[in-house]
């Protein structure tokens, strides 16, 4: 952790403003996550959050759908779909091997182009960026632009 923090600095992050915000993230999803499960106890959907976990595997994007604020919507969107014989199960697993199968699409586009990265960009690609949407002309010299 701390040769990516180093990592970090060396490419012109302001560790000081960056770390502090970290935690504010942390913090927002944390609260997401508490006010998604109230709501789907309360409209008693949790049923989906259990099919959610069982169909799509472990990782960021199970993750971001339940803390997601639209959760709860979704998560009553699907009990009304199961409601009408839909098999939700192979829907949340279809869209994910569609989601897949965009991302290795794009993926084989961006290995196949030739790359005019920023310098910024290329010293920041490294671990903590693994699943970033990083532009290819990140400049670091308006921190709070690159930290969006």
Known sequence: MAQQLLAL???GVDLEEFLPR???MVVNVRDQGVANAARVARDRTEEWVRVLRETLPA???REAILASPSWPDMAADMAKLDSRGVDVRGLLAAAYDE???VDQAVARVLAAAPATAS???LT???PLTTGLDLPMNLDLTDRARALR
Do not use: F, M, N, T
């Open 124 to 126: 920041s690609y490294g």
């Open 9 to 11: 600095r060396q490419a």
């Open 59 to 61: 990782g960021p994007v």
């Open 119 to 121: 310098r910024d960009a």
């Open 22 to 24: 970290v935690g504010e």
């Open 99 to 101: 989601g897949l199968g």
